[in-house]
């Protein structure tokens, strides 16, 4: 198997920056395709990508079918091939047994075929005395449950910060929104976040952008309202703005209090334009 | 239908019987459903050389309310077994993998356990959990940095929950990212390995601030690492207004093992009374 050849994804757009500087790791990603990652790995990798990220490549089906004609001699691949070409021409959603999409890759690790014999771990699967794991032999390679939208966290390549999980998670909420509201467009999005939330606040700003991209949300501001840490000390009463890592009671230093603000991680509102109501000429 | 409010919203992952969004939610997340409650004042915003009517819309949504679903209803798959889910976190390298291994050795006879592990890459950790005897599943995020509650449903999916009494999920090696994300655990665990600093509470308040437990691990080099001192670590914990108990654990030498696992049999045990108690009052009802 030769990387060099074959058709590789095609180029991106050239703006923004951001995205760029993503789709370019995925450029080299694919030309990495050796014996050891074989190319249908890489290709299920780009086939779940993200809709909401159309400047990233996602690779056209008819494109990955080719690709997989080419390289699916190869003995070893042969079924794990066979299996992905059945999706990508089903192009049926995956489901999981009570109907969840997640995108997550579980019970498996794409390991070079022949390591995998050697170890023999792959035939140890489901010898654990209390039932391991049910995924069967020939799934293993092709196990990702294919997701209608990208399940948080487990969305390829994207930089690992967990701000980007939750801008998702936060244009879902918009679009919602949105939806519910027959808005043509959102124009700006007022989110509430504490220090205790754990987010980088100049983190979300950036994931925004990246996230907000192809939505209802593209051209919305993102407004952050960066609250602080609130105690109540149950000892003397006292409510006070602290450090938020330093919650004792700065009265009488009574170390049990409760944090009443600046835990929270809330879309506080969003401004939008409604469709327009079709004229009606008499 | 959600039962809260008349709403349709409804999780994905919901089975066929009948339920409604998990457990009533509790005060954080509550008006988490993202619908819209109050239409805010319509003002008009100049664009470009028309006006068109742009109207702010009060939300207050908790942005992790879908993570929050499904995290409640995995908790319903654990409770429904009788199964205590333990969150194992902490930065890279402080030893949540021996531990378990330990810990296994040391619980096989009393507790029957269960492993999810959760990592970039490689299925070492899973295979390590394996070579012990144990059901262990690896979940590999790609590049995400944290679990989140869909990642571990979908892992449900491929373990049997029966007959298992313990299940530890080992985050992503990270003192940051796993914080944020409810898994449907019962019971949070935080390792802080004495090569790490005693101040490692005080500068990831958030990840601490949750802990139910705090493991000082690799306490076999406390004597070597003078520098680090338990007690300004407990201290550090405790300004975070946080009472959980503070052990001390070698998976080297094997001290405070048996300590480590008593706690886990005490919690198991209380959170199996919990399980029996709401049953028996479902019953009731």
């Known amino acids: 198997m030769n990387a060099d050849e074959g058709p590789l994804p095609r180029e991106t757009p050239r703006e923004p920056n951001g995205i760029q500087d993503i789709a370019q790791a995925h450029l080299v990603d694919a030309q990495a395709a050796t014996p050891e990652t074989p190319i249908h790995l890489i290709i299920e990798k780009y086939l779940d990508r993200s809709p909401r990220f159309p400047e990233l490549h996602r690779i056209e089906d008819d494109e990955a079918l080719g690709l997989l004609d080419q390289r699916g001699e190869r003995e070893a691949d042969r079924t794990a091939v066979e299996h992905l070409k059945a999706l990508i021409q089903g192009r049926k959603p995956r489901e999981a ?9 579980i019970g498996q690790q794409h390991v070079a075929d022949s390591e995998d014999e050697d170890t023999g771990h792959g035939n140890a699967i489901g010898e654990g005395p209390h039932g391991g794991l049910t995924v069967p032999r020939a799934d293993r390679n092709v196990s990702r449950y294919y997701s209608e939208r990208p399940a948080r966290g487990a969305s390829g390549s994207l930089p690992p910060m967990h701000e980007l999980s939750v801008c998702q998670a936060l244009i879902d909420e918009i679009a919602r929104v949105a939806r519910s509201q027959d808005a043509e467009r959102v124009t700006s999005v007022v989110v509430r976040v504490g220090p205790l939330a754990g987010i980088d606040p100049a983190l979300l700003e950036s994931a925004y952008a990246l996230a907000r991209v192809g939505t209802v949300a593209a051209d919305a501001e993102l407004v952050l309202e960066e609250s602080g840490v609130r105690i109540r000390c149950p000892e003397c009463g006292t409510q006070a703005e602290v450090e938020c890592n330093q919650l004792e009671c700065p009265s009488c230093h009574h170390w049990r209090t409760q944090v009443i603000a600046g835990d929270e991680l809330v879309l506080a509102s969003v401004a939008l334009v409604r469709r327009e109501e079709p004229m009606i000429h008499v | 239908m959600c039962e809260n409010c008349g709403c349709s919203i409804s999780i994905r992952d919901e089975p066929a019987a009948e339920r409604g969004h998990g457990p009533t939610p509790g005060p954080a997340q509550q008006g988490s459903h993202g619908h819209v409650h109050e ?12 006006r068109l009517p742009v109207e702010s819309i009060s939300v207050l949504a908790n942005i992790l309310a879908a993570n929050d679903q499904v995290a409640a209803h995995n908790r319903e798959h654990f409770d429904a077994h009788g199964v205590l889910a333990v969150n194992l976190m902490s930065s890279p390298g402080a030893g949540k993998t021996s531990l378990l291994e330990r810990t296994i050795d040391a619980m096989k006879e009393d507790l ?14 899973a295979r390590r959990i394996r070579a012990k005897g144990v059901p262990a599943i690896q979940i590999t995020t790609g590049s995400a940095c944290h679990l989140d509650a869909h990642m571990v449903h979908a892992a449900l999916h491929d373990l049997e929950l029966e007959g298992i009494d313990l299940l530890f999920i080992e985050n992503v090696g990270n003192l940051v990212c796993p914080a944020s994300f409810d898994l449907g655990q019962h019971v949070d665990v935080v390792l802080l390995s004495v090569p790490e600093g005693d101040d490692k509470p005080q500068k990831y308040p958030v990840m601490f601030r949750a802990a139910d437990l705090m493991l000082l691990s690799k306490t076999d080099l406390l004597g070597a690492l003078p520098e680090f001192d338990p007690v300004r670590a407990e201290g550090s914990l405790r300004a975070l207004a946080n009472g959980a108990p503070v052990m001390h654990v070698s998976s080297r030498n094997g001290s405070g093992i048996d300590a480590w696992c008593r706690w886990l049999i005490e919690q198991r045990d209380a959170y199996r009374h919990r399980v029996d108690r709401a049953m028996a009052h479902e019953v009731v009802r």
Do not use: K, W, Y
């Open chain 2, 112 to 125: 029957r356990v269960a492993v999810i592990e959760g990592d970039l890459a490689t299925e070492n950790d």
């Open chain 1, 97 to 105: 047994p009570c109907g969840v999409h997640a995108g997550a890759l």
């Open chain 2, 39 to 50: 239409p805010g004042p319509a003002h008009f915003h100049a664009h470009g050389s028309e």
